[in-house]
């Protein structure tokens, strides 16, 4: 880049930018002629892309000055084309000029402002190829900030204040600034076409309908708009009516689903408990038996012991009897005689002795009671781990029906997609039908609260609740599939698709995909195709992304979340001349 001024060192001769002999030119004068030449020089010292003083003036090798960042974002632009001009000569250059300060023209601005020199107010904005020129401005011509519909013509501020002044102008339509005015103007009689043929369906002027279309149903343009716009509304309202209609349809289905499923159930449950049952009082029965035959033996022993031992009792009892009499005989040789040793009771055995039986009373039935303790044990922990699969208080009977398995199971819950401009980013065009984005180099778009600012991105018109399914076929390099809540943010970095906690987005790319969700990013790996299928379980908080090629559906990354309010369906495209469709389904 040339510098703005050159020194002689043999003539100390220096060539200034013309801009910059007329501020010294400016500050030269005094007094009265001071101030004119600053009132002449307003438009002067103003960059012609913002219309405003200089600001950190830059000076092209062309001569030319502008605002260093004015010029930056201007050439900006014009990096694809990789050949940089003059918005004012249109002077080319490559590569890319460096930038550098003109300090001796940000010093001489200073010093006029110093003078009273301040920004250029309203009405010295002057129009650019891009802007509408007022038609009344003569020689170079200011913005219109207004046209009329019965004028037919644009005004800037100063030339549209005999509209706000005049009775005679206060009854004319004004509108935005255009530049279709002309197709207002009836090519045939030369006039306002203020009216509307509903027989041939276009618009004609006063004379018009009393010619050519005299006799046809012909309303003004106003009535017949307020018409469309009223049957537009009644239109969207019927059809929303239509919609809710179908959702109440499904939901009573939903409910007739959702009855005969617990009534089968509670059925089925019953016949299993009591078949439980059965098998466990079966089981009692059996177990009560056989306590009482083993009862019967091991009382039938203890009493035949029982018996012995009473037996030997009385025996004994006798015996002892005899000993007692035979105790109290004083003669001891008659006591010999009538008692031979031989006849005396003999000594009690070991095997008779009380001693020897053993007798347990608790220790019976310890076995028995052990085992069905265990039994009750490993029952209770059945019922405590593994109840909550069958217990009819812990089932979600209204828990949604699994994931189709097959594409024409997904093509049941199609739903169409269609994208809303009012959010697309100012470079994606929409098609006509508002399926299709492409993204292209030039704004396409008028400002809105909704639109996306940094990120080539655009939302659905429609809000996706309950089961879902959708495809989307890309075009071209890179394209992200998303899906985002409506308050998601517009503007920043962080308004990208899967970079904050209110959108989930698939990024494909031409070698690969990752999925990313509140700025965190995972590689996905799956066979490569330009068309990508989502489906939505909003209820059941399910979010799954397919490879979708001919009929075969390949998982590629499935979320499972809590959805907390309505999702819309988003795509993002990367590079110039890259689409994403939604394809219609049904």
């Not at 050439?75 to 460096?98: A, M």
């Not at 009329?148 to 009775?167: N, T």
Request: hydrophobic letters at 30%.
């Amino acid at each position: 880049m040339h510098c703005t001024h050159t020194c002689y060192s043999d003539h100390t001769h220096t060539r200034f930018s013309s801009q910059e002999v007329k501020l010294r030119h400016s500050l030269s004068l005094s007094g009265e002629m001071a101030q004119k030449g600053v009132q002449l020089d307003r438009e002067t010292f103003s960059c012609s892309i913002c219309l405003d003083l200089l600001k950190d003036p830059v000076t092209t090798a062309c001569g030319h000055n502008y605002c260093m960042d004015c010029i930056k974002t201007h050439w900006d632009g014009e990096d694809e084309k990789e050949v940089y001009s003059c918005p004012q000569c249109r002077n080319s250059f490559s590569p890319r000029p460096v930038l550098l300060k003109n300090i001796m023209l940000a010093d001489l601005e200073e010093e006029l402002k110093k003078t009273g020199l301040q920004a250029a107010p309203a009405d010295l904005c002057y129009a650019g190829a891009e802007y509408v020129a007022c038609d009344i401005c003569t020689g170079r011509k200011r913005k219109a900030c207004k046209s009329c519909l019965q004028c037919l013509a644009s005004y800037c501020e100063k030339h549209l204040q005999p509209h706000y002044d005049a009775a005679t102008f206060k009854k004319h339509k004004l509108v935005k600034p255009s530049k279709n005015l002309q197709e207002n103007i009836c090519s045939r009689h030369g006039e306002v076409m203020k009216l509307f043929c509903r027989t041939d369906q276009q618009s004609i002027c006063c004379l018009c309908s009393v010619e050519e279309h005299k006799g046809h149903d012909t309303v003004s343009a106003a009535a017949e708009r307020r018409q469309r716009e009223l049957e537009g509304s009644r239109l969207n309202i019927q059809q929303r009516i239509q919609d809710r209609e179908k959702e109440v349809k499904r939901l009573q289905q939903e409910v007739q689903a959702v009855n005969g499923s617990a009534d089968k159930a509670v059925e089925d449950s019953e016949e299993t408990v009591t078949e439980l049952i059965r098998l466990v009082q079966k089981r009692s029965s059996d177990v009560k038996r056989q306590l009482r035959s083993q009862q019967e033996r091991e009382v039938s022993g203890v009493r035949e012991l029982q018996e012995k031992q009473e037996q030997e009792i009385s025996e004994l009892k006798r015996r002892d009897a005899e000993l007692e009499l035979l105790s109290h005989t004083e003669d001891h040789n008659p006591f010999l005689l009538s008692y031979p040793s031989s006849s005396l009771p003999a000594p009690l055995s070991e095997a008779t002795h009380s001693s020897s039986i053993n007798i347990r009373p608790l220790d019976y039935f310890e076995d028995v009671t052990a085992a069905l303790s265990a039994v009750r044990d490993k029952l209770q922990d059945v019922l405590r781990e593994e109840w909550t699969n069958v217990s009819p208080t812990e089932v979600d009977v209204l828990r949604p029906a699994a994931e189709p398995t097959t594409r024409a199971g997904f093509v049941r819950y199609s739903q169409e997609v269609t994208l809303d401009p009012n959010t697309a980013y100012d470079w994606l065009v929409l098609s006509e039908g508002g399926r299709k984005a492409t993204l292209v180099g030039q704004q396409c778009y008028s400002s809105h609260p909704d639109r996306f600012t940094e990120w080539p991105q655009v939302l659905s018109r429609e809000s996706l609740t309950g089961r879902c399914y959708w495809e989307v076929e890309r075009g071209g390099g890179r394209v992200c599939v998303a899906v985002s809540y409506k308050n998601i943010i517009r503007e920043g970095d962080g308004c990208r698709f899967g970079f904050n906690d209110k959108s989930w987005a698939l990024d494909c790319k031409q070698n690969g995909y990752s999925f990313c969700y509140n700025n965190i990013e995972t590689t996905v790996s799956g066979p490569w195709s330009s068309r990508v299928g989502v489906y939505l379980d909003h209820r059941a908080g399910v979010l799954s992304f397919y490879s979708v090629v001919s009929d075969t559906m390949t998982l590629l990354h499935r979320v499972q979340t809590t959805f907390t309010r309505p999702l819309h369906a988003g795509v993002w495209v990367c590079d110039k001349r890259d689409t994403a469709e939604f394809c219609k389904l049904k």
